[in-house]
C-alpha cells in the first residue's frame, strides 16, 4: 500500500512515493514513511510540528553519547553483564531501543491530539492506550521478528518491550508470551497504522542498523537502561534543541534521515555540557592529599587510610561505627574516593537524615570537591527545599520560572555556577545525574519506593558511591526501605559507605547482609562478622563475599568520661513548674557565672514553652545579680524556612568552632531546641538537658557536648568540670502514664522506659566513650529484664516494628533477583508519587503565614509591603523565581492533620495550582484588625499564630 501525507499536493504524491520508497518490516511492498506524523508539538508555533522520525533518531543519538561520555564504566560493565554481552554491544542495543521510544505515538489516539495531524489519510480507530503502553505492548509481538527470543526465564523481546514502554516512568502488565493473544486482538489491526509503525521501524533500523538481540536482559539492566532512555528522551526534547534542528531543516526523504541523525550527533556533546552531564575524573590520593588541614589523622582516618586499598579490589560496602566527632565525614570522603575508583563509579552521593544536616554538609563537600576534582564536574543539592539555600543557589533572580532553573554545573572549577538548562538537575528527578551530590536519604529512598520514576534515581545512583550518614535514624520502616535499597545497589555492585555512631549490632549486620545479598551471597556463606566499636568492616560485592574488619583496634579521640544525671520530675497532670523548675536549677550556674548549655525539649510546643520560661527567668536572675543575662536561642522545625536558615547558621557559628577560634563565642548562652540538633550540627555546649529520649539518641545529643575538647580551643567555666547530660525523666520510673502523651507519639513507650531504666541501673556511672557506647546501645534492646513491670510493652514495640517493616516491604520495589520477566511490578499503577513515603507516617504539609488587612488584601508580611504573588507577572503568566522563593522561603512545615476539613480557609489562590512549587501551599491568613491587633486563623479548636521569636505557635 503506498500511502501519503493528506497535506502533500496530488501533483507531488509520484515523487513522494518515489522518493520516501522504503520496504516495511516483513519485505513486503515499499510504502510511503509519512514525516507528518509528528512527536513533538509543545511549545512550538501552531503550524508547526516535528516529525516523530526525527523525534526517534535525536533521542538514538543523545543514548549514544550518554553511553559514551557520561554513564561511568561500572555501570556499563553491569548492564553488558545483565544482558550477557560486551559493553559495546550493549551500548549499540541502547542505541537502537532508544530510537524505538515513542514507537507508541503511531495511532490515531495520540495523533488525534493535534489538528494538523494528517488523520483524514487513516482509519479513526479508537486506541485508549496510551503511546508508552502501546510500545511495550507492540513490541512484545514486533520484536521476535527480527531474532528476539520471546520465551525463556529472560525473553529479550518481552524485556526489551517491557523497558521501552517504561519511559514514561511506570511499567506496563504484558501476556505472559507473544503468543499468547494474537496482535490483532489486541486493537492492532493490519492497517494503515500499523503499516506506518512497521515503517517508522525499518527506517531507524535502516539509519542505525540493527544490532543482534541480546542473549537476556534481567530486570536490574532492563531498569538502568529505561532510565537511560528517558535521560535521552528528556535532553532531547527540550525546546531549545528541537529549535536548533528545526533550524538545521528537516528531512523530506527517507535518505535524509542519515544526515539528520549526523546533525543530532554533532549537537549532543554540547546538549550535554550545557546540562552538566560528564563524567568526573577518578579522584586519587592519600589522605594527606584530600585533607591538607588535618595535621594528624586519628586512628579511624589512618586505619582506612592505610588497609582500606588493600581490600578493596572492587565494589563493595564500607561500614563505619565510630563516637559523634570522629572525622567520619572525612574518612567516608576518603573511603570514596577509594572505592569509586576501584568500582568505576567516580560520583559521590552523600545522603544525610534531615534538610537541615543536609544544607551544613553540602557547604563541607563541596570544598571538599573544589580541592578535589580533576575536571569540570556539576554538584547539586538534593531536597525539596534546596533552592533556597544561598550557598547553593545565589539570591538572584531572572525571569524563567522556578521550574527552569538549572543547577550548578561549572564549565571551570567553580562548583556553583548556573547553567542555563532549563529543568536539568535541579529540575524534578533529575539532580542525580549530576557528578555529585548531597541530600536527604529520602532521595535515595525514592529509588527503592514503587514509585514513577523511579529507576531514573536507581540510574542516578549508580555510577555513583553512595555515603549513607546517621544510618542508626532509621526506624523499621525506614529500615526495610535501606535493606531494600542496598540490595539493589549490591545487585548493581554500587559502592556504599554507612555511617553510624550508635548503631545496634544486629542491625549492622543486617544492612551488610542486604547488601551482599544483592551482590549473589547466598545464605550459605559465611556468616558476618560483628562489628567492633569503633571499627569498621568492608563487604566486598563479589565472590567469595568477604567481609573484613579493621585488623587493629582504632585509637580514638581522648575524651573526658561523659556524666549522666537523671532528674525525675513530674512530667505530666498540666502542670510545667516541676520540670521548668528543674531545668532552672541546672542552669542557674549558667546564669551567674557564664557558659553555653543546650536544652532539647520533644516537641515543639514543648521548646517553644520552655524557651519563654527560661528568657524571663534567666534575664530576672541575672538581673538581680547584676550580671548579663544569657543569649537566648530557640530553634526547631516550625519556623519559617529563612528564619530557621538563619538561625542554624548563627548558632553554627556562635556555639561551634568557628566561634571559639574567632573570639565569637558568647559569655552566656542557652539553647532550646528539639531533636533537629542531635544529628550533623556542629556545636559544642559545656552541658546538655534532654528529654528522656532512646539511648542511642541521647548518646547522639550527648555529641553536641564538649564537642571539640580535644582541640583546645575553648575556655570553660569553673562549674563545668567534664561533658555532663541531664536527662529529664518521669517521676514514676516503671509507669507509662507518667509519659508526656506526645513523648509516647514520638517514641514507643517500651523504649523510653527501658532506656529510664537502664540509666538508674548505672545508678550514675560516667559513660566512657567509645568503651561504653556499644554496651548500651544493645543493652537497651537486648537486655531482657530493663522492663521488668511491662513485658507487654516490649512485646507490643516488636510486634509495631514488624508490622511497619512489612509495610516498608510492600512499598519497596521487589528484591533485584525476583524481578526476572515481569518489570511491572517496580512500580505501582494505583498510586502516585504523593502517596507514597519514605518515612512511616509522614504526613507533612507546608504552609504560608501571610496577612490581610482590613480592605481584604493579602501579604506576606506584617508590614503589608510585600504583596502575595497571586498571578504571574510574565507573559505567559508564570510566576518568576523572586516570586517563588519569596513564598517558599516564608512557608513552614506543619503536620497535615491540622488542615484536614479547612479546605476553605487555607485553600491557595488559583493560579498557584498551576505551579510546581507552590501548588501544594496552604495559607494560613492572619488578619489585621483596625487597631494593628493580629489574630490568627482559628482551624477547628486549634488558634495558629506566627510569633517573631517563636515560631509557628499553636493555641489550644
Known amino acids: 500500500m503506498v500511502l501519503v501525507s493528506g497535506t502533500t499536493s496530488p501533483s507531488s504524491r509520484e515523487s513522494a512515493v518515489r522518493d520516501n520508497a522504503c520496504f516495511d518490516a516483513v519485505g513486503e511492498l515499499p510504502a510511503t514513511l509519512d514525516f507528518c506524523l509528528w512527536g513533538k508539538s509543545e511549545g512550538l508555533p501552531p503550524d508547526v510540528r516535528y516529525p516523530l522520525v526525527c523525534h526517534l533518531l535525536d533521542a538514538s543519538a543523545a543514548a549514544e553519547v550518554l553511553w559514551r561520555d557520561h554513564v561511568a564504566c561500572g555501570v556499563q560493565e553491569a548492564i553488558a553483564a545483565g544482558m550477557g554481552t560486551s559493553v559495546d554491544h550493549a551500548g549499540e542495543l541502547i542505541t537502537y531501543w532508544a530510537a524505538l521510544h515513542d514507537i507508541g505515538k503511531i495511532t490515531y489516539t495520540f495523533q488525534a491530539q493535534d489538528g494538523t495531524a494528517p488523520l483524514h489519510s487513516y482509519p479513526a480507530t479508537e486506541h485508549r492506550k496510551g503511546h508508552d503502553h502501546v510500545v511495550a505492548e507492540w513490541l512484545q509481538y514486533v520484536l521476535p521478528e527480527h531474532g528476539y527470543p520471546g520465551e525463556g526465564p529472560r525473553p529479550p523481546a518481552l524485556m526489551a518491550a517491557q523497558l521501552l514502554g517504561g519511559h514514561h516512568g511506570r511499567f506496563h502488565q504484558h501476556a505472559s508470551t507473544a503468543s499468547a493473544t494474537p496482535l490483532r486482538a489486541l486493537g492492532y489491526p493490519d492497517d494503515a497504522w500499523e503499516t506506518q509503525r512497521r515503517l517508522h521501524l525499518a527506517a531507524v533500523s535502516a539509519v542505525l542498523g540493527r544490532p543482534a538481540a541480546p542473549a537476556r536482559i534481567d530486570g536490574p539492566a532492563a531498569a538502568l537502561v529505561c532510565a537511560l532512555i528517558i535521560q535521552a528522551d528528556w535532553l532531547v526534547s527540550q525546546l531549545s534543541f528541537v529549535g536548533r534542528q528545526l533550524a538545521g531543516g528537516l528531512p523530506a526523504t527517507h535518505r535524509d534521515l542519515s544526515r539528520h541523525l549526523e546533525r543530532a550527533r554533532q549537537q549532543v556533546p554540547a546538549l550535554l555540557a550545557e546540562a552538566g552531564l560528564g563524567r568526573p575524573a577518578p579522584r586519587t590520593g592519600t589522605f594527606a592529599a584530600a585533607f591538607p588541614r588535618i595535621d594528624t589523622p586519628n586512628g579511624l582516618q589512618r586505619s582506612l587510610a592505610e588497609h582500606l586499598p588493600a581490600v578493596c579490589r572492587g565494589p563493595g560496602l564500607l561500614l563505619v561505627a565510630a563516637p559523634m566527632g570522629e572525622g567520619k565525614t572525612e574518612a567516608a570522603l576518603y573511603a570514596a574516593e577509594v572505592m569509586g575508583k576501584a568500582a568505576g563509579r567516580p560520583g559521590l552521593y552523600v545522603a544525610l537524615p534531615t534538610m537541615a544536616t543536609a544544607d551544613q554538609m553540602y557547604t563541607r563537600v563541596n570544598a571538599y570537591l573544589e580541592r578535589r576534582s580533576q575536571s569540570p564536574s556539576s554538584m547539586t543539592l538534593l531536597h525539596s527545599m534546596a533552592w533556597l539555600n544561598p550557598d547553593y543557589l545565589p539570591q538572584q533572580d531572572s525571569t524563567p520560572a522556578a521550574a527552569d532553573i538549572s543547577s550548578a554545573a561549572p564549565e571551570s572549577a567553580e562548583f556553583r555556577r548556573l547553567v542555563e538548562a532549563g529543568e536539568w538537575l535541579l529540575g524534578r528527578k533529575r539532580g542525580l545525574f549530576a557528578d555529585y551530590a548531597v541530600g536527604t536519604v529520602d532521595q535515595a529512598l525514592m529509588a527503592a519506593l514503587r514509585s514513577r520514576h523511579n529507576v531514573v534515581r536507581m540510574l542516578g545512583l549508580a555510577g555513583k558511591t553512595v555515603v549513607i550518614d546517621e544510618v542508626h535514624a532509621a526506624d523499621a520502616y525506614m529500615l526495610a526501605l535501606v535493606t531494600r535499597l542496598l540490595n539493589w545497589l549490591g545487585r548493581l555492585q554500587v559502592p556504599v559507605i554507612l555511617l553510624s555512631a550508635t548503631l545496634h549490632h544486629r542491625t549492622a549486620r543486617t544492612l551488610i547482609e542486604a547488601y551482599l545479598k544483592g551482590a549473589g551471597r547466598r545464605r550459605s556463606g559465611e556468616p558476618i562478622p560483628t562489628v567492633q566499636y569503633p571499627g569498621w568492616a568492608y563487604a566486598e560485592a563479589q565472590e567469595p563475599y568477604p567481609v573484613t574488619l579493621n585488623p587493629e583496634p582504632l585509637a580514638t579521640t581522648r575524651r573526658k568520661p561523659l556524666t549522666v544525671h537523671t532528674r525525675e520530675v513530674a512530667l505530666t497532670g498540666g502542670d510545667a513548674t516541676p520540670l521548668d523548675q528543674a531545668v532552672q536549677e541546672e542552669l542557674a550556674a549558667l546564669v551567674e557565672q557564664g557558659g553555653c548549655a543546650a536544652v532539647i525539649r520533644t516537641t515543639v510546643a514543648e521548646a517553644q514553652h520552655t524557651f519563654r520560661r527560661l528568657a524571663q527567668w534567666s534575664a530576672e536572675r541575672a538581673r538581680t545579680i547584676g550580671a548579663e543575662p544569657p543569649e537566648m536561642h530557640l530553634l526547631h522545625a516550625r519556623f519559617p524556612a529563612r528564619q ?159 508490622a511497619h517493616r512489612q509495610l516498608g516491604d510492600n512499598a519497596a520495589v521487589p528484591p533485584p533477583g525476583s524481578v526476572t520477566r515481569d518489570l511491572y511490578r517496580l512500580t505501582d499503577h494505583d498510586i502516585d508519587e504523593a502517596q507514597v513515603a519514605t518515612r512511616f507516617g509522614a504526613d507533612t504539609t507546608r504552609v504560608l503565614c501571610c496577612y490581610s488587612g482590613p480592605e481584604s488584601d493579602l501579604w506576606l508580611d506584617l508590614a503589608a509591603s510585600e504583596e502575595l504573588p497571586a498571578a504571574g507577572e510574565l507573559a505567559n503568566g508564570r510566576f518568576s523565581t523572586d516570586q517563588v522563593r519569596a513564598v517558599l522561603s516564608r512557608s513552614v512545615p506543619v503536620p497535615g492533620r491540622w488542615l484536614e476539613g479547612h479546605d476553605d480557609q487555607t485553600a491557595p489562590p488559583h493560579t498557584w495550582l498551576t505551579n510546581l512549587h507552590l501548588r501544594d501551599i496552604r495559607l494560613l491568613v492572619h488578619r489585621i484588625s483596625a487597631d494593628g491587633t493580629v489574630h490568627g486563623p482559628l482551624l477547628g479548636g486549634r488558634r495558629l499564630h506566627l510569633d517573631r521569636r517563636l515560631g509557628l505557635v499553636e493555641d489550644g
Open 644 to 802: 530557621r536558615e538563619r538561625i542554624t547558621d548563627e548558632i553554627v557559628h556562635r556555639l561551634g568552632a568557628d566561634g571559639a577560634q574567632e573570639g565569637t563565642r558568647p559569655r552566656a548562652a542557652i539553647l532550646v531546641a528539639t531533636a533537629i540538633i542531635e544529628q550533623s550540627i556542629d556545636i559544642d555546649v559545656d552541658l546538655l538537658v534532654s528529654d528522656l529520649a532512646p539511648i542511642h539518641l541521647l548518646l547522639q545529643r550527648a555529641g553536641r557536648c564538649w564537642r571539640h575538647e580535644h582541640r583546645n580551643i575553648l575556655t570553660r567555666p569553673a562549674w563545668a568540670s567534664g561533658p555532663r547530660l541531664v536527662v529529664l525523666a518521669p517521676h514514676r520510673p516503671d509507669a507509662e502514664d507518667a509519659l508526656p502523651r506526645a513523648w509516647r507519639f514520638i517514641h514507643h513507650p517500651s523504649l523510653l522506659l527501658r532506656t529510664h531504666n537502664l540509666l538508674r541501673r548505672r545508678s550514675g556511672r560516667p559513660v566512657r566513650i567509645p568503651e561504653d557506647v556499644q554496651t548500651l546501645v544493645d543493652g537497651m534492646i537486648d537486655e531482657g529484664d530493663l522492663n521488668p513491670e511491662r513485658p507487654d510493652q516490649d512485646l507490643d514495640r516488636q510486634a509495631t516494628d514488624l
